[in-house]
């Protein structure tokens, strides 16, 4: 009999393609990963891993029970599902993630409801920026996460997850006080051509909207300053340096010496929640739904 925490193991490794990286994604060590592996191979009596460099890939025999590995966790993840529907209760563990200004605008009051209508229901949250999040749901990392698109750029979302609208959200352009802009009611985008840029890190999904949105409108922008954290950019702005897209869900205070404007152009970000398919009858997940729902309509 093949055990079920060894294959969960094997297909980890098969998806996250390193040891090292599979035990982080199982939170495990290392070692324990190794070890369930050598387990794993004399019990199947085959080679299922084979050394690549400094790293390891799957042989043959590796990647053919790596797909059986998948398609059984799939199995199971349906089997939890409908014993979970059938108990009609959210219990257990649901892990969820969301990138900071949506954990910051929406979890506490969701985490807050959640723990007084479902008592037994333990939540684990972690910061995840949308293209990650949206890797973790599809490998069973996250059983649910907050993700983004901008109204001019999609992020696509895999197939094998599903998804359902929370809110949209507006962006300013935030400036200095004293900004010769600060005192219009709207600005454009391409009012800030000559200006200095503060913005989200390279690489990530805003960072390229911002610089693909800019690029659109005939600008070439000149990001001089790179934060994760809007709090950040904000300081930045009130230190004079810059300008920056401000969206409005975490926000918070806004720190002295900032001026917010809106742009006349609606910039929003849709905000929306992405689950496993094979997971949808899971009351833990409808039940975080709700959650996140109602806390989205008190933005």
């Not at 900004?179 to 989200?200: I, M, N, T, Y």
Request: glycine share 8%; charged share 25%.
């Amino acid at each position: 009999m093949l055990n079920l925490e060894r294959l969960r193991t094997l297909d980890a490794l098969a998806r996250h393609g390193s040891v090292r990286a599979a035990a982080g994604g199982l939170h495990v060590t290392t070692s324990a990963v190794s070890q369930q592996m050598a387990k794993l191979e004399r019990e199947v009596g085959q080679q299922l891993l084979a050394r690549n460099g400094r790293g390891v890939r799957l042989t043959e025999a590796g990647r053919l029970l790596a797909d059986h590995a998948a398609r059984i966790l799939s199995q199971v993840e349906l089997a939890q599902a409908d014993i979970e529907a059938q108990r009609g209760r959210a219990v257990g563990e649901l892990r969820l993630g969301a990138f900071p200004t949506a954990a910051r605008g929406l979890f506490p009051a969701a985490l807050r409801a959640l723990r007084v209508d479902h008592p037994d229901l333990r939540v684990r949250t972690s910061e995840r920026e949308p293209e990650r999040a949206l890797r973790e749901v599809l490998r069973g990392d996250l059983d649910l996460a907050v993700a983004l698109d901008w109204s001019n750029k999609r992020l696509p979302v895999p197939d094998g997850l599903a998804r359902e609208p929370l809110l949209d959200d507006a962006a300013d352009v935030a400036m200095p006080a004293d900004h010769p802009l600060a005192g219009r009611a709207q600005v454009d985008l391409e009012d800030f051509a000559g200006d200095d840029w503060v913005s989200w890190p390279e690489g990530e999904f805003c960072y390229e909207w911002l610089v693909s949105t800019l690029r659109a409108k005939g600008i070439e922008p000149r990001i001089v300053h790179l934060a994760g954290e809007h709090h950040t950019q904000l300081a930045l702005i009130a230190a004079g340096l810059g300008v920056c897209v401000a969206p409005r869900l975490g926000r918070g205070p806004v720190p002295g010496g900032v001026t917010l404007v809106p742009v006349r152009q609606k910039v929003r970000r849709h905000i929306y929640a992405v689950w496993r398919a094979d997971a949808d009858r899971r009351p833990s997940i409808r039940a975080a739904l709700a959650a996140l729902r109602s806390a989205a309509e008190r933005v």
